[in-house]
């Protein structure tokens, strides 16, 4: 009886290695754009050396705009302490690229906004609902979070700090 969980442990390792290997081959592949049209690979944005923010979001999501709107007040000084890098992935589909630019430019958010109308990025790493926030650090993952309620900018700001200090 042992060895038939041990053997069925083994699988169920074997898969979930074979999956993150998956999503990170399927990763290397993923490009977004930002509004002026530059590419930026998003393997490269992960392995930065300087911890990365990555929140998506969409026009019609309040929580998403919300969050977005909050971090957008502390962005400033979350870049001085902690060299942090935000970007702001979109997915609204590609009929909605303008609105979103435009709101993105009217609330004066000073991050790097990227646009994933297919919805790949999200589809690679397996989110299911947005507002969706992912914390990277050289090319780990430190923190996760999904939803949006007041304060949890705080709490992002701690995660980042105990994770880099």
């Not at 911890?51 to 400033?76: G, H, K, Q």
């Not at 995660?159 to 880099?164: D, E, F, P, T, V």
């Amino acid at each position: 009886m042992f060895n038939f969980f041990k053997n069925i442990f083994l699988v169920l390792i074997t898969i979930l290695i074979s999956n993150a290997s998956f999503a990170q081959d399927n990763l290397n592949e993923i490009k977004l754009k930002n509004a002026k049209g530059k590419v930026v690979q998003m393997s490269d944005v992960m392995q930065s050396d300087k911890p990365v923010i990555i929140s998506f979001w969409a026009t019609w999501c309040s929580p998403c705009l919300r969050e977005l709107d909050a971090v957008n007040e502390v962005y400033e000084s979350w870049q001085e302490k902690l060299g942090v890098t935000l970007y702001a992935v979109c997915v609204d589909d590609a009929r909605s690229k303008a609105k979103a630019v435009s709101l993105a430019k009217g609330k004066g958010w000073n991050y790097e906004i990227l646009y994933d109308p297919n919805q790949d990025l999200k589809r690679v790493l397996n989110i299911i609902n947005i507002p969706y926030t992912l914390v990277y650090h050289k090319g780990k993952l430190i923190y996760k979070h999904t939803g949006y309620s007041p304060g949890s900018e705080d709490v992002l700001f701690e995660k980042i700090q105990a994770a880099i200090l």
